[in-house]
């Protein structure tokens, strides 16, 4: 079974300043893409970013872009010049075989 | 426009007694998803349907059960509701070929508090 984990539950940072969120995972499967989701409060989730395990380059999608280690398992999210609308929960996720395993999240908060 | 809806966004349901979600989707996409997410909680999967098939995942417990009568609709039915139960649950859908997920579309969750 696969896992993920994110081990840091909340973060902070100063607007328009950089943050690294760290995520970890654990799987046996070759074929697999890993995300990062964002949650407002009371509001639904949605895609931040998106990569696919056999891509070596990372991820980017304008602010936002990816550190991404296979052989570490390591996937972290870097978030630059950051908003007040960027504070938010933050989910990393595994996908395959349709499905999704969530890390726990980490809480962003952005300090104006 | 939205595209995941999930109705209600609040429910409150007595010890005991059974409740449906709901979840319907203008995507057309061929898997539905049901997470539970408890507070400061990773969502966990309860279960899927990939078109009409249903995935159970292993740790669901039986109380638990889902329908979906068409692509756009898919139901969540809590038998016998717990304290335990009181949870976000959030339906999602992806389009899915090949079953290697690309990414998933959430809806706005319902809020189930049991008394």
């Known amino acids: 079974a696969q896992t993920v984990t994110q081990s840091q539950p909340e973060m902070s940072v100063q607007e328009a300043e950089t943050v690294t969120l760290s995520c970890t995972y654990d799987?046996?499967?070759?074929?697999?893409?890993l995300f990062w989701y964002k949650q407002p409060p009371s509001r639904q989730m949605i895609l931040v970013i998106r990569?696919?395990?056999?891509?070596?380059q990372n991820a980017t999608e304008n602010r936002f872009s990816v550190n991404f280690q296979k052989a570490a398992k390591s996937f972290s999210l870097k978030i630059s010049d950051s908003q007040l609308g960027d504070a938010a929960m933050y989910f990393c996720?595994?996908?395959?075989?349709?499905?999704?395993?969530f890390g726990k999240g980490i809480t962003l908060s952005v300090r104006p | 426009d939205a595209m995941v809806i999930q109705n209600p966004r609040y429910q409150v349901t007595q010890f005991g007694k059974p409740v449906t979600l709901s979840c319907s989707q203008t995507l057309n996409h061929n898997v539905m998803y049901w997470y539970q997410q408890k507070s400061s909680q990773a969502p966990k999967l309860l279960f899927h349907y990939y078109d009409k098939d249903f995935n159970n995942e292993a740790d669901t417990p039986d109380n638990f059960q889902s329908r979906r009568p068409n692509t756009s609709f898919c139901f969540l039915d809590i038998r016998s509701p717990g304290l335990g139960d009181a949870a976000m649950y959030l339906c999602a859908t992806s389009r899915d070929p090949g079953r290697l997920n690309t990414e998933a579309f959430f809806g706005q969750g319902t809020r189930l508090t049991v008394v």
């Open positions: 799987t046996s499967e070759s074929d697999y893409y």
């Open positions: 996720a595994w996908g395959a075989n349709s499905k999704l395993t």
């Open positions: 990569q696919e395990a056999y891509k070596q």
